[in-house]
């Protein structure tokens, strides 16, 4: 089993930063490739940055020039740096895991998920 839980969502104006943490705990083997999903009330949730145990990374096209995720393997930590901020980000964003390394956007083939964190931009 995996443990996942979000902070350092809150509200910011367009443009500004934040960056968000996911701290991860349990099994490694489930937790082999993780991504930042986000969604808006009523819609489905979005895929937009994965990476995997050997660091490769992949983004959603809309956010690829603006966030950037990373992986503290020590500390089992994933983070989210999110530079340029639209109000269009507005969104609950969440983690999840899962055991496989290639990159899904997904959300059906994530099998563990944080409780999320909100990110509000205002204009």
């Known amino acids: 089993q995996v443990q996942l839980a979000e902070s350092g969502g809150g509200s910011v104006q367009a443009g500004g930063s934040l960056r968000l943490s996911c701290a991860a705990s349990g099994d490694d083997i489930y937790r082999r490739s993780m991504v930042w999903f986000r969604q808006v009330t009523g819609e489905e949730r979005e895929g937009i940055a994965f990476?995997?145990?050997?660091?490769?990374?992949d983004y959603a096209d809309d956010i690829k020039d603006r966030f950037t995720v990373s992986l503290d393997n020590a500390r089992n930590i994933l983070y989210l740096q999110m530079n340029n901020l639209k109000p269009e980000d507005t969104a609950m964003y969440y983690c999840a895991a899962r055991s496989a390394t290639y990159s899904s956007f997904d959300f059906r083939l994530f099998n563990f998920w944080g409780q999320g964190t909100q990110v509000t931009v205002a204009s």
């Open positions: 990476i995997n145990i050997y660091g490769a990374t």
